[in-house]
């Protein structure tokens, strides 16, 4: 594998990675270009970059999913190249090969690992000539529906029946009992084929109550794999995550040796390099299973960041010019305990519907352990074009005990008006017995969470207490602006309320 310096990247993103990614690269005297839609034109990616190139409308079908608009703006301005970022065309196989094809750098895995871990059947069966666990179930697509019932029986309800394209969920059926099962079959694929163009549908055994654990594995083009230990992804809410954490609380030392090997091979699997990361379930004794393998930087990455200390991006980077890994499994130590919270522009209490808006308040935490991705500045607005993320706050600690005390003061500090955000539904998380003890899976939101928890603790009194503040603060601007922030800083300060305890 030749080596070959990158002098200039495009990064195809927007929002918070594009930024993350961009910091990197400067670090690394890399010049950095960034696209952009007409909806972003003032967005902080494009400003910190070196230069900028529009791509089209706001829409991202329009912008940010255009392959050929991101290659032709990396030719025009000459860069070596490109960064997807995640989401998007991040795992686009036609995408990085037409990229690889215009003889630019892909900053990602080869296309026909991409391939291979888009569809979850194929997935699968790489993994298994790896000898990687797999949830009892069928290895082809099921057609006829009284084979699949047999076979059902054999494996045991409930079962569930998935599309081999799907991903988030989509096109999941939970069949019960062999009554409900033509019924399901029938939906599963009817869904796959509407959202994915594509029917096929597989058999597995129902973990019930599975606890969601990835592996961020790194392989180099010269045949090294290492992991980079575990994210626990296990509170999420109709499969989009809100919290995650490195470690989890509840591997030993042997299954995380264990698991970590299992990651290691399913990448061997598909001839994988670059970052990836390998999706488990465990099952309540603790057993586990591969899922499935995301072929992109995650958003949770900074997690295993701040407990390896180590710089993802930066990796990525130099695997991407040919270099060789520059560290062994051995030399890998999980310092401390990281929590990441996902601030969305959405409410809780009301069914986390997106709010947009404009963030009339954005006031970042400080201190000790505390890291915020993000990609808005205070009077910025969130683009209804988008997801609403406003940013990713990072806490590491020495102990997870200790990390879970940062990030609720980290919450209480982080002020942000004009929109309703995932905040106090953090907040509250965090302080939960479950989330504490460790003792929670993938149901944790569906089992604990209501909106009344934050109406009836945190709404009234606080939200009178800002609008009070807010009034001040817009008389106040009207004669002195320099004194506008001071009644919402002091007054958050002093009446804070110990709202969720
Ligand atoms: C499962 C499962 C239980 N048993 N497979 C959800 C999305 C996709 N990544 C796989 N998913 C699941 N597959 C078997 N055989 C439960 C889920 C699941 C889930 C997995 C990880 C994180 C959150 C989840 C929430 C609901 C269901």
Same mark, same amino acid.
């Given at each position: 594998?030749?080596?070959? /310096?990158?002098?200039?990247?495009?990064?195809?993103?927007?929002?918070?990675?594009?930024?993350? #990614?961009?910091?990197?690269?400067?670090?690394?005297?890399?010049?950095?270009?960034?696209?952009?839609?007409?909806?972003?034109?003032?967005?902080?990616?494009?400003?910190?970059?070196?230069?900028?190139?529009?791509?089209?409308?706001?829409?991202?079908?329009?912008?940010?999913?255009?392959?050929?608009?991101?290659?032709?703006?990396?030719?025009?301005?000459?860069?070596?190249?490109?960064?997807?970022?995640?989401?998007?065309?991040?795992?686009?196989?036609?995408?990085?090969?037409?990229?690889?094809?215009?003889?630019?750098?892909?900053?990602? *895995?080869?296309?026909?690992?991409?391939?291979?871990?888009?569809?979850?059947?194929?997935?699968?069966?790489?993994?298994?000539?790896? /000898?990687?666990?797999?949830?009892?179930?069928?290895?082809?697509?099921?057609?006829?529906?009284?084979?699949?019932?047999?076979?059902?029986?054999?494996?045991?309800?409930?079962?569930?029946?998935?599309?081999?394209?799907? @991903?988030?969920?989509?096109?999941?059926?939970?069949?019960?009992?062999?009554?409900?099962?033509?019924?399901?079959?029938?939906?599963?694929?009817?869904?796959?084929?509407?959202? $994915?163009?594509?029917?096929?549908?597989?058999?597995?055994?129902?973990?019930?109550?599975?606890?969601?654990?990835?592996?961020?594995?790194?392989?180099?083009?010269? @045949?090294?794999?290492?992991?980079? $230990?575990?994210?626990?992804?296990?509170?999420?809410?109709?499969?989009?995550?809100?919290?995650?954490?490195?470690?989890?609380?509840?591997?030993?030392?042997?299954?995380?040796?264990?698991?970590?090997?299992?990651? #290691?091979?399913?990448? /061997?699997?598909?001839?994988?390099?670059?970052?990836?990361?390998?999706?488990?379930?465990?099952?309540?004794?603790?057993?586990?299973?591969?899922?499935?393998?995301? !072929?992109?930087?995650?958003?949770?990455?900074?997690?295993?960041?701040?407990?390896?200390?180590?710089?993802?991006?930066?990796?990525?980077?130099?695997?991407?010019?040919?270099?060789?890994?520059?560290?062994?499994?051995?030399?890998?130590?999980?310092?401390?305990?990281?929590?990441?919270?996902?601030?969305?522009?959405?409410? *809780?209490?009301?069914?986390?519907?997106?709010?947009?808006? !404009?963030?009339?308040?954005?006031?970042?935490?400080?201190?000790?352990?505390?890291? #915020?991705?993000?990609?808005?500045?205070?009077?910025?607005?969130?683009?209804?074009?988008?997801?609403?993320?406003?940013?990713?706050?990072?806490?590491?600690?020495?102990?997870?005990?200790?990390?879970?005390?940062? !990030?609720?003061?980290?919450?209480?500090?982080?002020?942000?008006?004009?929109?309703?955000?995932?905040?106090?539904?953090?907040?509250?998380?965090?302080?939960?017995?479950?989330?504490?003890?460790?003792?929670?899976?993938?149901?944790? #939101?569906?089992?604990?969470?209501?909106?009344?928890?934050?109406?009836?603790?945190?709404?009234? *009194?606080?939200?009178?207490?800002?609008?009070?503040?807010?009034?001040?603060?817009? $008389?106040?601007?009207?004669?002195?602006?320099?004194?506008?922030?001071?009644?919402?800083?002091?007054?958050?300060?002093?009446?804070?309320?110990?709202?969720?305890?």
């Amino acid at each position: 594998m030749k080596q070959k /310096k990158i002098t200039k990247l495009l990064v195809a993103n927007r929002g918070e990675i594009a930024l993350r #990614v961009m910091r990197s690269a400067r670090e690394m005297g890399i010049q950095t270009v960034a696209v952009f839609s007409e909806a972003d034109r003032h967005a902080l990616h494009v400003r910190f970059a070196d230069e900028s190139v529009c791509i089209g409308p706001p829409a991202s079908a329009e912008s940010y999913l255009r392959g050929e608009k991101i290659i032709a703006a990396a030719k025009e301005t000459g860069a070596d190249a490109i960064h997807p970022g995640y989401g998007f065309l991040s795992e686009n196989e036609a995408f990085a090969k037409k990229v690889a094809e215009s003889g630019l750098i892909f900053v990602g *895995p080869p296309p026909e690992a991409i391939r291979i871990m888009g569809s979850k059947l194929a997935a699968k069966n790489a993994a298994a000539q790896f /000898k990687v666990p797999l949830v009892p179930g069928t290895s082809e697509p099921i057609s006829d529906v009284s084979k699949a019932k047999k076979l059902s029986k054999e494996i045991g309800y409930p079962i569930l029946i998935k599309a081999s394209a799907g @991903g988030g969920g989509k096109g999941m059926r939970i069949v019960e009992r062999e009554s409900e099962f033509e019924e399901q079959m029938e939906r599963a694929v009817s869904e796959a084929k509407s959202a $994915f163009g594509d029917g096929s549908v597989f058999i597995e055994k129902f973990v019930t109550k599975p606890r969601h654990i990835e592996f961020q594995i790194f392989g180099d083009q010269h @045949g090294n794999i290492v992991h980079l $230990f575990e994210r626990e992804c296990s509170i999420q809410r109709r499969h989009q995550k809100v919290v995650e954490e490195a470690p989890s609380s509840i591997l030993t030392p042997e299954l995380r040796e264990a698991m970590g090997k299992a990651a #290691v091979n399913a990448a /061997k699997s598909c001839g994988y390099f670059n970052a990836g990361t390998v999706e488990f379930i465990l099952d309540e004794s603790m057993n586990f299973y591969f899922l499935e393998m995301n !072929t992109r930087l995650q958003v949770e990455h900074p997690v295993t960041e701040q407990i390896t200390g180590l710089d993802l991006v930066n990796l990525q980077i130099r695997i991407a010019q040919g270099e060789k890994m520059p560290f062994k499994q051995e030399d890998l130590r999980i310092n401390g305990h990281a929590i990441e919270v996902r601030v969305y522009a959405e409410d *809780p209490a009301n069914n986390f519907l997106p709010d947009i808006g !404009t963030l009339k308040t954005y006031r970042r935490p400080q201190g000790h352990g505390i890291r #915020v991705d993000d990609g808005f500045e205070e009077g910025m607005a969130i683009s209804f074009y988008y997801d609403p993320m406003i940013a990713k706050m990072i806490c590491h600690a020495g102990t997870r005990e200790a990390a879970i005390e940062k !990030t609720i003061r980290a919450i209480d500090e982080y002020n942000i008006t004009g929109v309703e955000t995932t905040l106090g539904f953090c907040k509250f998380v965090m302080k939960h017995p479950a989330f504490r003890s460790g003792a929670f899976d993938t149901r944790f #939101v569906e089992q604990y969470f209501k909106p009344e928890v934050l109406r009836q603790h945190e709404s009234n *009194p606080d939200r009178d207490l800002i609008a009070a503040a807010l009034a001040a603060m817009t $008389f106040a601007e009207s004669s002195a602006p320099a004194a506008a922030s001071q009644p919402v800083e002091s007054g958050r300060s002093k009446w804070k309320l110990n709202r969720l305890s």
